[in-house]
């Protein structure tokens, strides 16, 4: 977390205490951490919230309290498709994330000492909720429109579900009605990784491990995050990229079985990023919550049917035909159910070569859709 | 291996020794397990070799010594797709292996001790050197069919360009003629999870460990098979077949986040019956060389190029489009290759839902396409 003299903006959103789980359990003294761009007009209707993905922190674009780039830069912004000089644009940090909001490596109020494993179960309905009570805390009542990317397109559903009449339009980007067994299984195995190392300890590891502290499971965040990449991306995309392209010689390991292609060193680097920066136990909760999302839940076991009690105006549905995590049939499914719960639907179904990650690299094709969308609210 | 009373059909090839391997090194006194079905006619001229997956020993199918079930039961025997009446069938366990054949499991005759990891560099050019050792030994000089299954298929591109004149038709089934960045990255993330397992410590674990002992890379062993497993298989098979079907409670495990999904479940019980019948040094030998295989390392650089190298009569090409690991795009390179080589191509795209392991599971189209292309030759 940036502290000191790093630039930050987030701001903080006290949740009612205690705060009631999907799952039972509850919070008390938590806290939801955002960002804001742009400025709440008179009639106060023109929100605009996005909730993020699995890691993701509230920073999605550079603001004035903190002007270093944000994870979706080059779509949000003063004249970007996520156009800041028009919309109110509010970022939540998951409830449950460790990127400032409540999560498993903040201490419990209860014990003074972190939650870890006692953080009791989180669901995706509860990041909806609590972000939901930062909305309202800012005076909103009824968001002009819902943004929700992958696991946070999930949340969005929830949200719309359970908080009817809150939510005008809807942005559903590159995720699902429900967890299908394909998604399920990886993130089984990522947590699986997290779990068997014996530096995980039960949750037990040292939440503020420096660089050289050895007592972090390193290994099991470094396997799940590479098995996190392979998924978000597309193998098109790598044979374009990298193809057989060797590593030089001096930048291979010296250990049996080391890299020896590029393809490998992209994902050793993308893990080195990852694996210190994102709460192991939190990634747990996180992922574990994506799996037990299932909107047929509220649809007495159907797809359209829990999609059917979903009252917005509009939507636009946007996937892309090389995401194996949440196939375009899945978009479909939501595109498909909001429409015969009433809503006028755009459905978008870019060939963008970058997989489920498109909507982080893509952003001239996802920004035509979402703006041209945005552009006619 | 099977010891004592089990019934075991496998004969032993010796190698030339020393048996020089593609990248250096070599190996003395070793030998390749292999099992046969069905006569070498007068002519000699009915001999089928079958090369297999990474995984699977040469107990193909039952036959008077081993009565028991083998991996492609389905497909070969008498008055099947692979018709030991009519057939001489040979099916070798690939060198490097464990199932009978010499590999890092096996005594380095000149220290007494396993090789381990001082066992040479292994490419699938040397599986296929070994097999073709073998062949030549049963007296066939010429085979009248070569059938390579996944990594055997890269190994029978490899055999079909180093012995020209040797191979009258080639069966390729759900292969490559390259390993792509996106298998790469697969295989490579199981070896790490191996290599990463404090067990595995570089190579020296007990090669012998009881079901009891702990000394055994089990954890990355079964981080890899899970991981196999989910790339062999597809999405859509697991939407049909798992969808989000819970496991009866009291199968779940009692564990913070322990299993909750079926599919959870199904990838455990494969994990279980791999992780302590496979040595997990073979794996990393046989893994990296699927990874090193690249037919255009023939061709100056080109696929087709290095497919023009191989002079065979006819081909049938066959995979399917839920193949991750080995598109149909890789299929229809060989099938194009072969075919500008100058060979009469036959090219079979199949639906069948189950991924890359449809060649084990659909054995009705499998056989139609296999058994329709042997009857012809």
Chains 1, 2 share one sequence.
């Not at 039972?24 to 806290?31: C, S, W």
């Not at 800041?84 to 400032?100: M, P, Q």
């Not at 967890?179 to 590891?205: H, K, T, V």
């Not at 040292?206 to 660089?211: C, E, Q, R, T, Y």
Request: contains cysteine; charged residues 20%; hydrophobic residues 40%.
């Amino acid at each position: 977390m940036p502290q000191g003299t790093q630039p930050d903006a987030r701001r903080y959103c006290p949740l009612p205490s205690p705060f009631k789980m999907k799952r039972g359990g509850e919070l008390r003294d938590a806290r939801v951490a955002y960002e804001t761009w742009g400025t709440l007009n008179a009639a106060r209707d023109n929100a605009v919230l996005v909730l993020t993905g699995l890691s993701p922190s509230a920073h999605m674009a550079a603001n004035a309290e903190d002007p270093s780039d944000g994870w979706w830069e080059g779509m949000a912004g003063p004249g970007k498709a996520i156009d800041t000089d028009h919309w109110f644009v509010i970022c939540v940090n998951s409830l449950g994330s460790d990127k400032g909001s409540t999560c498993p490596a903040s201490v419990d109020p209860a014990t003074g000492e972190p939650y870890r494993l006692s953080f009791p179960d989180l669901s995706l309905e509860d990041v909806a909720n609590a972000a939901h009570v930062v909305v309202q805390s800012l005076g909103v009542e009824r968001l002009a429109c819902l943004i929700g990317c992958s696991m946070g397109g999930m949340a969005a559903l929830g949200y719309m579900l359970l908080h009817p009449g809150s939510v005008r339009a809807h942005v559903s980007v590159d995720t699902a009605p429900q967890a299908q067994p394909f998604a399920i299984a990886i993130r089984s195995l990522q947590r699986e990784a997290i779990r068997l190392d014996p530096r995980w300890d039960e949750g037990r590891y040292d939440i503020h491990a420096g660089a050289d502290d050895v007592g972090y499971p390193d290994m099991g965040m470094a396997i799940a995050r590479k098995l996190g990449v392979i998924t978000y991306r597309s193998a098109m995309e790598w044979n374009g990229r990298f193809a057989r392209i060797r590593l030089d010689p001096e930048k291979r390991e010296d250990e049996p079985f080391g890299f020896e292609f590029e393809v490998e060193s992209y994902l050793e680097a993308h893990a080195r990023r990852f694996v210190r920066s994102f709460d192991p136990n939190c990634y747990l909760y996180l992922s574990r919550a994506s799996d037990w999302f299932d909107i047929a839940e509220y649809g007495g076991g159907s797809i359209t049917g829990g999609l059917g009690r979903i009252c917005i105006e509009r939507a636009l549905v946007i996937g892309v035909s090389t995401d194996i995590l949440f196939p375009l049939a899945q978009q479909e499914q939501i595109a498909d159910g909001l429409r015969v719960a009433g809503a006028q639907v755009d459905f978008v179904a870019l060939d963008s070569p970058q997989g489920h990650d498109a909507f982080l690299v893509d952003i001239k094709n996802y920004s035509r859709a979402i703006g041209g969308f945005l552009a006619t609210l």
